[in-house]
């Protein structure tokens, strides 16, 4: 089995490679991969996708894409501040 950990291209978790998933129509580099979570939007895209034209799919998906990283980074300050609150107050 491969053991090769790597990177989500969207919210950039770490996952081992064969757990890995296809992130087209939301990346389009064929290369990328994505962990579960990331994939059930590629996936809802996919369905979402079938009832609006092939033009308007890059753009959309742009969208789509900044809003799941920007709701990432979010998660992460947020669950960063929840740890060192919970630190904080442990130490007392
Ligand atoms: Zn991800």
């Known amino acids: 089995m491969n053991n090769n950990v790597i990177e989500c291209k969207i919210c950039?978790?770490?996952?081992m490679e064969f757990e890995s998933n296809n992130p087209q129509p939301l990346l389009e580099d064929f290369g990328d991969r994505v962990c579960r979570d990331c994939n059930d939007y590629v996936t809802a895209v996919?369905?979402?996708f079938?009832?609006?034209p092939y033009e308007d799919h890059k753009h959309i998906s742009n969208i789509i894409l900044n809003v799941m990283k920007m709701a990432n980074s979010l998660k992460r300050s947020r669950l960063d501040a929840h740890y060192?609150?919970?630190e904080l107050i442990e130490d007392e």
């Open 12 to 15: 950039n978790e770490k996952m």
């Open 46 to 48: 996919r369905i979402l």
């Open 50 to 52: 079938r009832n609006i």
């Open 84 to 86: 060192m609150y919970k």
